[in-house]
């Protein structure tokens, strides 16, 4: 009997560590970093305005809208929080494989509402919104689904941050993305930089965030910023091609599409050897599954 319970705690322990650990990965800071997630809530909650939409389609395809387009989309502080809300919302979704980011009425995002960051002018609360938006867009970026940011219009400032933490972009005719923070005698907070480096490389980085250059969509695809140019530039037309664009690589079993992004996720951020052991894993999820049965049954010739 004590074999047996000492046998049942020990298996609590490990899941509980599992778990605990899942967690730790999943954000960049929690308490023992001095941050107070609740409180750095309440604080952004007092800046209301606009919101973020989610829809989920059958195909698994997600699209998430920033919606306040009397402000080109800036964020408020509530728009802040919900972002997080829909970030949980994607990561229970068992059922997807992509998602398409865009803004309301033809802009994709102008950054921070100017009315809240005059608000927060002190350096620590600052740093905890900037805490907060690293951890919501860092969980955004390990998602296991294929993203993509649909820029119409201007990206600018936290807007242009917003779209690193995609896998992809796509630009309209006449948009721009725009690392606006030197004018604001500012740099990125929310891990734009961090991740514009390892889109671009350290020299382009440094020109788009030391010179605050307009990036449009030809530039932004010779820095390799962005996969393609979309023909329209209206709301509907745009978000319809980047559906049939997202398609080519969220076609197929979901199992097969999530872990594939799982395995490029671990070799992006973690040490080679833990990369390959997480390989490892994620290859033992899907060998022998249905799509790998099914596929040896039809003996498909690669041509």
């Known amino acids: 009997f004590p ?12 899941t509980t560590k599992k778990r605990i650990l899942q967690q730790r990965r999943l954000s960049l800071y929690n308490g023992a970093h001095g941050y107070e997630e609740e409180l750095i809530k309440k604080k952004l909650q007092q800046f209301s305005g606009g919101s973020i939409n989610l829809s989920k389609e059958d195909n698994g395809i997600g699209i998430l809208t920033l919606n306040n387009p009397k402000l080109m989309n800036a964020f408020t502080g509530t728009m802040m929080v919900e972002l997080q809300e829909k970030v949980t919302e994607l990561e229970n979704w ?8 865009h803004g309301a009425g033809n802009t994709f995002c102008s950054g921070s509402d100017l ?20 951890n919501t867009l ?6 296991p689904l294929i993203s993509v940011a649909l820029v119409q219009g201007k990206a600018f400032g936290g807007g242009a941050e917003l779209t690193t933490a995609c ?4 630009m309209t005719p006449g948009s721009e993305i725009r690392f606006v923070h030197k004018h604001m005698g500012l740099v990125p907070g929310w891990g734009g930089g961090a991740r514009l480096v390892r889109i ?9 965030l030391g010179g605050a250059v307009r990036v449009d969509p030809e530039r932004a695809r010779s820095l390799g910023l962005c996969e393609e140019t979309l023909p329209s530039s209206d709301e509907t037309g745009a978000l319809g091609e980047a559906r049939a664009w997202l398609s080519q690589y969220t076609e197929g079993p979901t199992a097969v599409i999530r872990a594939v992004k799982k395995v490029v996720t671990a070799g ?3 040490p080679l050897e833990a990369a390959l052991r997480t390989e490892k894993d994620i290859f033992g999820t899907v ?14 010739k690669h041509k």
């Open 287 to 300: 060998w022998g599954g249905p799509a790998n049965l099914q596929a040896l049954v039809r003996r498909p």
């Open 268 to 270: 992006r951020e973690l």
């Open 94 to 101: 068992k059922d997807g494989k992509g998602l398409i980011i």
């Open 3 to 14: 074999e047996m319970a000492l046998a049942l705690w020990k298996n609590l322990l490990q």
């Open 115 to 134: 009315n809240a960051v005059k608000e927060i002018s002190n350096s620590q609360e600052g740093m905890y919104m900037c805490m907060f938006m690293q």
């Open 138 to 143: 860092t969980r955004l970026t390990r998602l």
């Open 200 to 208: 671009v490389g350290s020299g382009a980085a440094l020109q788009l």
């Open 167 to 170: 896998d992809f972009r796509l």
